[in-house]
């Protein structure tokens, strides 16, 4: 069964997409074929729309249109195409004006605009910092960093680095286990100093010598003994001198940043309360955003 | 006037954010202390949010929790919250299950899960990519980039090249143009070959100036009348070479690389119309997502 979504927005659609496919992923046996409409804030911009709608439609199924544009004369359009409408923010729009006693203001979609430039250069200082220290290309300036991913190679630090920076403004840096920081008395000299801000990640052997064969086939470096061994090793590292870790195996980019800007704003916060004499964990929760 | 709001999910929380931000942004005159609590999947952790709020929300007006958890037993203690719930997920799925003229799956909330991990492949390798052709570093394997992002020195080349890699996967390079680059009968000999995937920034010359302070305070580098006369010339060479391009100076990153991908789309959709016939522009304004 093949059905059409479109996501229309009037901004940059994400809102309109991420809510949308956290929908469409409980219908797991129907096929979606999804278009994106970004920008549409104008009646013309939703008259295109609402053509490229009737042109894909006219055989099979009704579309679903998945809709956060507010403006009246555009949804007025937008109305008029051939599609059921599940109009994402005018529902708890509502109930939210009624919880809080007042009307929405008028001034609509604001939320990506001029305003955020403060939060755009701190992201962009962030993943500047981020490619000046990842795979421990720079070791300089560490004290700065946020926190310090440390890993065997391909356990999904890059990535993981790059997304805090852009989505959060964290500074990140990496480093990379090798043999050779396996059998210290302590962490590698390069981090040691910076023992609270690290954050180990790990994974399992198998998905690491698949990873590896991409892109140094058959090599040592790739073979599952290798892969098992560094593991290991890694672990017990960060077994040995406390530092958090966890298993990229099975979660997404998104959900490791969201693990570890957690783990970050709770140490923080329990570092607040130890100055302010707060008993540590009253507020270990909830991670202010 | 300052109200609690809290962001409750059972998974990274980015759903919940994204929409409850797009819905607060509406009133601008309150002042919101804003609480993420993601990974909420078992009664316990409902009970620790509910025993947070309640701490928290003592004194003063009702905090509003928006939500996207689904699973009965854990919604049934948020429920026991003295807050205001704003379900984001349960309104508009059920019209879509009248829409759909079908239930919604008992297996919930697996979007960011390990069904994903071709794309989270797909998008590690993108990130590598953007790495290795950063800031004109490598411009071997020009070839495979879906964007080469062209600019002056600061126009937000890094940060767009980042996101668009991790957010959708896409190969991207980015080439620094500088005074060389803006006399030739061509464009820069390195992306010449590579016109058609070339997609040029541009940002205003005092915003420019600014950053560029930042790095270099008080050089000729930063200073206005360089970056008018690099922008100006920057732009010129856009327009003489039929090179797509965008002020990034009032745009954040996520809004940049929407209107990139969406310039992606059509012009490879009208790559492929051409090669089988159909008349371009047809299915011209929605992206395929």
Redesign the interface.
């Known amino acids: 069964m093949r ?1 059409l979504a ?2 229309v927005s009037d ?5 309109a ?3 949308g ?10 096929s979606f ?7 549409v804030d104008t009646a013309e911009e939703a008259e ?2 609402v053509r ?1 709608i009737r ?2 439609a006219d055989s099979g199924a ?1 579309p ?1 249109m ?1 809709t ?1 544009v507010k403006a009246p004369a555009v949804r007025a359009v937008l109305d008029g195409a051939p599609a ?1 409408i ?1 109009d ?2 005018s ?3 509502t ?2 004006e009624r ?2 006693g ?1 009307t ?2 008028e ?8 305003g ?2 403060e939060r ?2 701190a ?2 200082r962030a ?2 910092y981020a ?1 000046e220290h ?1 795979d421990g290309q720079s070791l300089r300036g560490l004290d700065a960093a946020d926190v310090v991913l440390v890993a065997p190679s391909r356990c ?1 630090k ?2 993981t680095t ?2 805090l ?2 989505r959060y403004g964290l500074r990140v840096a990496n480093y990379p286990l090798t043999d050779d920081d396996y059998h210290g008395e302590s962490l590698p000299a390069a981090v040691a100093p910076h023992r609270e801000r690290c954050f180990g990640l790990t994974t399992n052997a198998r998905r690491l010598s698949q ?1 590896r064969h991409e892109r140094r086939p058959d090599s040592r470096y790739a073979s599952l003994e290798q892969c098992t061994y560094e593991l290991r090793r890694a672990e017990e590292l960060y077994h040995r001198f406390d530092v958090p870790f966890l298993n990229s195996a ?1 979660k ?4 490791m ?3 570890i800007l ?1 783990w970050l704003q709770e140490r923080d916060a329990s570092r607040r309360d130890q100055r302010e004499g707060t008993p540590s964990g ?2 270990s ?5």
Chains 1, 2 share one sequence.
């Open positions: 059905r479109v996501f901004g940059t659609g994400i809102t997409e991420t809510l496919n956290a929908l469409l992923v409980n219908f797991p046996a129907i074929e999804r278009y994106a409409f970004p920008f295109l729309v490229e042109d894909a009704l679903i998945f956060t059921m599940l994402l923010l529902g708890p729009l109930e939210l919880a809080l007042t929405a203001s001034q609509l979609g604001q939320y990506h605009g001029v955020d430039m755009y250069f992201r962009m993943v500047e490619l990842d999904g890059t990535p790059m997304y920076a852009l990873v099975n997404s980019v998104e959900e940043s969201v693990v957690r009253v507020r929760k909830g991670a202010r955003t």
